[in-house]
């Protein structure tokens, strides 16, 4: 996409409230018919990002471009409803008094020919046309955001933006409609910008990610990437649970109870944090007091005892207290596995799994 103009461009965006910053040098690059998630924990600033791109929030510095021309730095503002941008939120805003047909085509502009048929057309795309003369209050969940959808869509913006529009729904329904309304924005060749703190979410929809924390943006790309190249430890834990171990570096080497991990380019005498995700600790069973042979790709088994086990659905937790120190590891297995308390197991972590950061203060496991 490098020779390709972006749909949507902001480039370092600052914002603050009462001397306090809440978006901090915030950048990044939206394209026709792509997705980009705005992911992070509530209060790091992604709906503030969201209210300065549509017009109705101004930042204190920085600028927002839309198909190559500026709409807004500190001195030119496009007003809100020149930027062609579509919006949605957590509250479907439909206005109740008015019909569904009502609602869609409001603020819809054109003749009342070209207007009506603009509407049914989306009616029929979000699959509500037999809805037209209904109320909100008459349809469900799911059929009101595709209602709001409808009528985001229906002057065709350019850009939408979308502010954690399905967190209202229920967990049944909520797969199907993200899907069915990723579909139509591609259709409709939107670039989307959609805000969630889900990190789920932002997996299953985006085609790229930017993991805001603080104000900034931490780290951006595919979801894959960010998924398995994270840039720190609370990167690693935002997306998944995780368990820590701590080491100190000697010789580009860090030893501990699961054997040696690499640690190449980190200074001697350095503590480090290797943190492995529990899906990937491997469990194996006792032999009168002994464990698996050592393997280079699973290093040193460590000897675990079995807390609690529980069955999550389609996989099963097991918590254990390791017997080196007494810390708590945490690893799930497919299916059901459920190992009984005080059960003696061995568990060696893959190293290709691992991550391997700076140490910082706090407990040896999370």
């Given at each position: 996409m490098a020779d390709r103009t972006p749909r949507l461009e902001i480039k370092n965006l600052v914002r603050r409230y009462d001397g306090r910053v809440v978006v901090d040098d915030v950048s990044l690059k939206v394209y026709p018919g792509q997705v980009t998630c705005l992911l992070g924990?509530?209060?790091?600033?992604k709906s503030t990002t969201l209210r300065m791109i549509a017009g109705v929030e101004m930042q204190d510095s920085g600028e927002i471009w839309v198909d190559g021309k500026l709409v807004c730095d500190t001195v030119t503002r496009v007003p809100p409803e020149r930027r062609n941008i579509g919006l949605m939120f957590q509250d479907f805003a439909l206005f109740p008094h008015l019909s569904v047909f009502e609602n869609v085509g409001f603020g819809l502009g054109g003749d009342r020919a070209k207007r009506a048929a603009r509407i049914r057309e989306m009616l029929v795309r979000v699959g509500l046309a037999r809805f037209e003369t209904s109320?909100?209050?008459e349809l469900s969940g799911g059929e009101q955001q595709r209602v709001?959808?409808?009528?985001?869509?229906?002057p065709r913006p350019r850009i939408m933006l979308m502010d954690e529009p399905f967190s209202g729904l229920d967990n049944r329904l909520r797969d199907g409609i993200r899907d069915?309304?990723?579909d139509i924005l591609r259709e409709e060749d939107a670039a989307v910008l959609l805000v969630t703190h889900e990190p789920d979410?932002?997996?299953r929809m985006a085609d790229e990610i930017a993991l805001m924390r603080a104000g900034q943006i931490v780290q951006q790309g595919a979801p894959y990437n960010i998924y398995n190249a994270p840039v720190d430890r609370d990167s690693v834990s935002f997306f998944s649970d995780i368990n820590v171990i701590r080491g100190v570096v000697q010789g580009a080497l860090t030893d501990t109870p699961f054997g040696q991990f690499l640690t190449p380019g980190v200074p001697d005498g350095q503590?480090?944090?290797i943190v492995i995700r529990p899906q990937h600790i491997k469990i194996d069973f006792d032999r009168q007091g002994r464990g698996p042979n050592p393997t280079p790709g699973d290093g040193t088994p460590a000897l675990g005892v079995v807390q609690r086990a529980r069955f999550m659905g389609s996989e099963s937790l097991v918590?254990?207290?390791m017997a080196h120190d007494g810390s708590i590891l945490r690893a799930t297995v497919p299916n059901v596995f459920l190992p009984s308390e005080g059960?003696?197991?061995w568990l060696m972590i893959r190293r290709d799994r691992c991550f391997v950061f700076p140490a910082r203060q706090g407990t040896s496991t999370a």
């Open positions: 924990p509530s209060g790091c600033g109320l909100p209050h709001a959808l409808a009528r985001a869509l229906a069915e309304t990723l979410e932002a997996m503590a480090v944090d918590e254990f207290k059960q003696n197991l």
